[in-house]
């Protein structure tokens, strides 16, 4: 098993967290929604596996390329 961090494609605010620690999630399921420029953008978990950690909050402002969930591979 491996730890696979789930960074943020681009600079914005934390709308909408849609996953939780211990989640089982697939390829593709939306793990959080950034705002940024009015636009809401899903970011997307790149292998199937379990929600391992959460680094942010609703709200939170998120730089490109910050770690924003881990995910353990099963």
Do not use: C, F, Y
Request: glycine share 6%.
């Amino acid at each position: 098993m491996a730890l696979v961090p789930v960074k943020a494609d681009i600079a914005g605010s934390i709308w909408k967290i849609t996953s939780s620690i211990g989640d089982r999630v697939n390829a593709d399921d939306v793990l959080v929604i950034i705002e940024s420029m009015k636009m809401e953008l899903q970011v997307t978990a790149p292998t199937p596996g379990t929600v391992k950690e959460i680094h942010v909050n609703e709200a939170d402002m998120v730089q490109e390329g910050d770690t924003i969930v881990t995910i353990e591979t099963t």
